[in-house]
Every structure is written in C-alpha cells, then in structure tokens.
C-alpha cells in the first residue's frame, strides 16, 4: 500500500505541475505579443506626435539622406525597434532600416492607417516577422500627410518567453518536490495507520469483519466521539428494536431518554450492566475507543433472567412442599393415633378440616378469578405464603373473567408484585398480603398491598427502575429487573404502573392495563355486574 500510494500521488502531483505549467505559458504568449503590438504602437504614436517628422515629409523629397531618414533612424536606435518606417499618402517609404528599400512602395496594406485608424498586428515583411503598430501622421492643420509604421523583431518576443520558461519549471519543480514530500509523509502516515496491510487484505478485513459482526448472536454498537451511531449489527437492531435508518444519528435521538441510553452512551459506568428494552433484559458492556468514542455489546438475558426467576418460584414451592410434607407426616400419625383409638367420629372431622381449607382455598380464587393461569398462580402462591407465615388474601372487590388478551404477561406482573411483598413481610409478626384483581370495561386493575416497611417517599420514582432494589442479588444473577419488567409492560399495554403507601404502613402497588380484556367480554361484565347488584339487594 505505501509504494502504490506513493506512487498515485507522485502521479497526480507531476500531472497537476504539467497542467500548471501549460496553463501559465498559453496566456504568457499571447499576452507578450500583445506587449510587443503595443509596444510598437506606442513608438508610432510618439514619432507622429512630433511636428518636424510631417513637416519634413511634406518639403522634402524621399532619401537615405533626407531628414525623414535621419529622424526616423534616430528613433529606431533611441527605442530599440526593429524598423520605423515613415511613408506618404501613396505608400512610398520616406525612411527604412535598409536605404534601398526608401522610395518603394510598403509591402503590407497601409490602408487602415491612412484612413485614420491605428492598427495592432503579428505580420511578415521585408525584414520577416514582426510586431507592427500603425498610426496616421497629421500635419499641422490634422490632415493626414501619411503614415508611421513601427515594427518589433518577433524573434525577441520569443526570446521572452524562452527566457520565462526556466523560472516557470524552476517554481513548477520546486511545488513538485514540495508535493512529493508530501506524499511521502503521507504514505508513510498511512503505512502506520493500515500496519503494512495491502488493499487486498484490508478489502478482505472488512468483507469478514461484516459478515462477522452481521452473524454473531450478540448485539455491537459503535460509536463516534459525538455519541452518534456508527455501527449497528443485525443482532443490536434487534435487541435496540430500531432499523438501518439508525445509523449516523445521535444515540439519544434514537433510544430517548432511559437506562439503555444512559449504559450505552457511558453515563452509567460498570461490567454487565442490565437494562430493560420493551420486554427484553439486556446485558450490555461498553469499551471506549482511541478516537474518543466507544463500542458496546448487548446480549438478550430475557430467557436467563425469566429461567432465574422460575428457580426462586420453585425453589419457594419445592421449600413449601417439604414442609408441607413434614405437615403431612404429622397429620397422618395423628389420624393413625385417632384409628388406633378408635375414635372414628374424630379422625372423620380431623381430615373434614384438613382438606376443607386447602379446597375453600383454591374455590375462594377460581370463583373470583375465572382465568386458569392467573388462578393457578394465585393458588401457588397462597401456598408459598401460608409456609412462610403470610396470610395471602383476596379482596372482596376481586372479579376477573377469563379470556385476558395476554394471561401470560399478567401472570408474570402478578407473580413478581406478589413475591416482592412475601418477601417483604416475611419474618413480621402479623404479616399480611393482600391481592386485588377487578375489571373495569375492557381495564384490568392490579393491586397488591402489604403490611410490610413500605417505601419511602423519596424511593418511589425509583423503584421501576432497571437495576434498583434493596435485596441481597441471588446466586444466579442480579436483582432489579422484577419491577422493571412490571413497569415496561404496563407501558406496552398502555397503562401505568405506580407505588403508593398501603392503609396498613406498608407499600401498595397498583398496575392499570387498558384494553387488557377482548372486546366481547364487555356485554359480559356489564351483565355479570347487573346480576352481582341483583344479589346483594336481594340478600
């Protein structure tokens, strides 16, 4: 690469000093002629302004001795001029260089200046080539009594500009020089910058970084110095869920303003930052670069972190099982004590009792919530609550029907605003969780109160913020994205998700998702509605 870009700027170099060149000496002859014409023109002009040269021509006779001759002869050797021929009205030379040419008539046409016109022209004479000036010459009175014809030898005007063209190549090969050290410095700069690569394998270096960056599975984000997108693979704009357009603008325009920005543009500094985008857990780490800007990469945790957060369920369940099977042994042995005692009438009510509260349980929430999945949830978590000394209720205002138009994502909102309060009242004297799940139209509203800490005041804008919390992390990752995902989904439905404080002192989460119920529930609540008001007056 450095010889051939050694040599392309040599090229262009000496090309631009030849194009140079050849530009200045085109005009340079034209405008010495025209120097010579004038020249002549002007000596012309000079020698007919003098009275004694007409009034000559007019009393005496042509000849090599005249005074015409003498006069003329003078003002050729004063000037330097080739020729000056004085003639009369009838084109007879009354002076000349040669005195056998005085008394013959001029070999151009005098016309033009024997009219009264000056006349400026390259032409051939007796004496060859020549610069020629013409003017009239007046007598006293300003009759025209002839015609003054200077000339200027040819040969020296282009001994000007063969004189003018060693200076002009002398500036032409010093910019030349000036233009090859230049090139050298900057093939070499660009020698260093490429580290010796050829064309060929800086082509071949960016045909795999492309397909390189285009196929991994992992997000890349490059950055210039001004924060703006130089660089997005197919994978980031996935993950980013933006397009090509993307490129070339600020990172701000095209994110807003959010944790994702903020980690990529590297106002959040740290390794493995998470961060929320629509419903995606992303990972993203950030290197700065030489030029001042920066590349990023991003990788989708949304199954990691949703496989983590199953972990802690079933973890919770499988804890709850045990001790429900510690439980159980318990009430088997005294159910065989009480057939060994043969009181029958007791062991029928002992195992009327046990099974009545786990059935009034799970009835209690399949009546108030008709959706299987929402109502499974609910149940599951009843039983994690009960073994860890919660009481897990149902409002009496809870009334949901089944056909949600997305029972997975409420599901997932349900289930991390009910761990987040088991978790927060666990340990306390009195615990207490309460869940409340109504329809409003077509409007699902969720809201889990508890009698735990709360939330201060200041904390409140935070809490549905990527990667706040105030729990220990797990052993499989970092927390902070529970009620991070509960806030994105609220927003993607349309609705909100805020915290307040509970009657009870501790934190009550209320989440609003419009249009969360299809459209031919709405005769269906309104009936079921009529029906519940027709009961209670009835009651």
Same mark, same amino acid.
């Given at each position: 690469m450095f010889s051939q870009v050694l040599l392309m700027q040599l090229a262009i170099a000496a090309g631009v000093a030849v194009l140079a060149t050849g530009l200045f000496l085109a005009p340079l002859s034209a405008q010495l002629d025209d120097q010579a014409m004038r020249r002549a023109l002007a000596i012309a002009a000079t020698t007919a302004a003098q009275p004694q040269v007409a009034?000559?021509?007019?009393? #005496?006779?042509? #000849?090599?001795?005249?005074?015409?001759?003498a006069d003329a002869e003078r003002i050729r050797r004063a000037t330097g001029a080739e020729y000056v021929v004085i003639m009369d009205t009838r084109g007879v030379r009354w002076s000349h260089t040669d005195p056998g040419e005085i008394g013959r008539v001029v070999s151009t046409d005098p016309t033009d200046a024997l009219a009264g016109r000056d006349v400026m022209e390259i032409d051939s004479g007796t004496l060859g080539r020549s610069a020629r000036g013409k003017v009239p010459l007046r007598d006293a009175g300003g009759r025209i009594v002839g015609a003054v014809s200077v000339g200027i030898e040819y040969d020296s005007v282009r001994a000007r500009l063969l004189n003018a063209i060693p200076g002009l190549l002398a500036y032409a090969g010093g910019a030349l020089a000036v233009g090859a050290l230049a090139a050298y410095l900057i093939a070499r700069r660009i020698h260093k910058q490429t580290r010796d690569l050829a064309f060929s394998d800086i082509s071949g270096l960016l045909a795999e970084r492309e397909a390189m960056l285009h196929s991994i599975r992992e997000g890349v984000v490059a950055l210039d110095g001004d924060g703006r997108i130089r660089l997005l693979n197919d994978e980031a704009q996935r993950l980013l869920g933006v397009g090509p357009e993307a490129g070339g603008r600020a990172l701000d325009e095209v994110l807003g303003a959010g944790r994702t920005t903020d980690v990529l543009t590297g106002r959040v500094e740290g390794t493995d930052l998470l961060t929320v985008r629509g419903h995606r857990v992303l990972v993203a780490n950030r290197m700065p670069t030489d030029d001042g800007g920066a590349v990023a990469t991003l990788r989708d945790r949304t199954e990691l972190e949703r496989l983590g957060r199953e972990l802690d369920s079933t973890r919770g369940l499988i804890d709850a099982l045990r001790a429900q099977d510690h439980e159980h042994a318990n009430r088997l042995h005294t159910l065989l004590g009480l057939l060994e005692l043969e009181l029958y009438e007791?062991?029928? /009510?002992?195992?009327?009792?046990?099974? %009545?509260?786990? =059935?009034?349980?799970?009835?209690?929430?399949?009546?108030?919530?008709?959706?299987?999945?929402?109502?499974? &949830?609910?149940?599951?978590?009843?039983?994690?609550? *009960?073994?860890?000394?919660?009481?897990?209720?149902?409002?009496?205002?809870?009334?949901?029907?089944?056909?949600? &138009?997305?029972?997975?994502?409420? &599901?997932? &909102?349900?289930?991390?605003?009910?761990?987040?309060?088991?978790?927060?009242?666990?340990?306390?004297?009195?615990? *207490?969780?309460?869940?409340?799940?109504?329809?409003?139209?077509?409007?699902?509203?969720? =809201?889990?109160?508890?009698?735990?800490? %709360?939330?201060?005041?200041?904390?409140? /804008?935070?809490?549905?913020?990527?990667?706040?919390?105030?729990?220990?992390?797990?052993?499989?990752?970092?927390?902070?994205? %529970?009620? *991070?995902?509960?806030?994105?989904?609220? /927003?993607?439905?349309?609705?909100?998700?805020?915290?307040?404080?509970?009657?009870?002192?501790?934190? /009550?989460?209320?989440?609003?998702?419009?249009?969360a119920l299809s459209e031919a529930l709405e005769q269906e609540l309104t009936d079921d509605r009529h029906r519940r008001e027709a009961a209670e007056e009835a009651r």
């Open positions: 009034d000559d021509l007019l009393a #005496s006779r042509p #000849s090599a001795q005249g005074p015409v001759q007791e062991a029928v /009510e002992f195992i009327t009792e046990v099974v %009545g509260v786990h =059935r009034a349980t799970a009835e209690q929430v399949t009546e108030k919530v008709r959706d299987p999945l929402l109502a499974a &949830v609910l149940v599951g978590k009843a039983t994690v609550a *009960a073994e860890r000394a919660v009481a897990l209720s149902l409002s009496p205002a809870t009334s949901l029907p089944d056909r949600l &138009v997305d029972p997975r994502g409420l &599901v997932t &909102v349900t289930g991390n605003l009910l761990d987040n309060a088991l978790d927060a009242t666990a340990g306390s004297p009195g615990a *207490a969780v309460e869940v409340e799940l109504r329809a409003e139209g077509r409007t699902v509203v969720l =809201r889990v109160r508890d009698n735990g800490p %709360g939330i201060p005041a200041e904390h409140r /804008e935070l809490v549905f913020t990527e990667g706040w919390t105030t729990k220990e992390p797990p052993a499989h990752g970092k927390r902070g994205l %529970g009620l *991070a995902l509960v806030g994105r989904f609220a /927003e993607r439905m349309g609705g909100s998700a805020r915290v307040g404080a509970g009657p009870d002192g501790g934190a /009550e989460f209320t989440v609003v998702l419009p249009d």
